[in-house]
């Protein structure tokens, strides 16, 4: 079983739509989270990044982890075309420096 | 972006030629990181750098070795190429923090 679970999808949605995406895992000792967003062809591109439990909202994103449940979600509103990636989830123990262990991915696509 | 470059961008070699990647970095990060990206995987690490001449293994290292001689640039090397290595190679880059950043990749073929 992998340490870091994610529904590949493909996940379509309408354009407006709110979209959420989630990632599980299996290490408590994970403290820090981020979100990374990769179009076809180019490399990831840091999303958000948190370190709490609770929410972070920057814009159209908001970050949420619990902790207790082991979850982290990416919540996207007012979804637009240009949204249409791959969404990648990563966690790390901390201390700087340290490897990150990502989830597989989901691919997002909004549609007109 | 980072200031990051991967070079090449793209290459076909064939199975037992060795083969280097370069990754190039303009901000004096301190830390370098190589992985590889394959349907089904996700991105694994490969050799990570936490400086001048220190190295050490990922996840996925078989096969693979690393240097890195300057602040600026760490290259992955592939001794013997074989056609499980082939996949898209991306470098990122850390300043001490737990974000990284990444490279555009280099797709490599291995045939």
């Known amino acids: 079983q992998k340490e870091v679970e994610q529904d590949p999808g493909p996940l379509s949605v309408p354009e407006g739509a709110i979209v959420s995406l989630n990632c599980t895992y299996s290490?408590?000792?994970?403290?820090?989270f981020m979100w990374y967003r990769q179009y076809s062809r180019k490399g990831p591109e840091l999303l958000m990044y948190?370190?709490?439990?609770g929410n972070k909202e920057d814009g159209r994103f908001t970050a949420q982890v619990d902790k207790s449940s082991k979850y982290i979600s990416l919540f996207i509103r007012d979804s637009q075309p240009s949204d249409s990636a791959t969404y990648l989830c990563?966690?790390?123990f901390g201390g700087g420096g340290n490897k990150l262990t990502f989830g597989t991915g989901t691919q997002l696509k909004v549609e007109l | 972006d980072a200031g990051i470059t991967q070079s090449p961008r793209h290459k076909v070699t064939e199975t037992g030629t060795p083969v280097t990647l370069r990754c190039h970095q303009t901000?004096?990060?301190?830390?370098m990181y190589w992985y590889r990206q394959d349907p089904g995987h996700g991105l694994r690490l490969i050799h990570y750098?936490?400086?001048?001449?220190?190295?050490d293994k990922g996840e996925v290292s078989d096969g693979y070795s690393v240097s890195r001689s300057k602040t600026e640039d760490f290259l992955l090397t592939l001794e013997s190429a074989t056609s499980s290595q082939t996949s898209v190679y991306f470098c990122?880059?850390?300043?001490?923090?737990?974000?990284?950043?990444f490279g555009p990749g280099t797709r490599l073929t291995v045939l």
């Open positions: 990563a966690m790390t």
């Open positions: 290490n408590s000792a994970f403290q820090y």
């Open positions: 948190t370190y709490s439990s």
């Open positions: 901000e004096n990060h301190r830390y």
């Open positions: 750098s936490y400086g001048v001449k220190d190295t």
């Open positions: 990122a880059v850390g300043a001490g923090g737990n974000e990284q950043f």
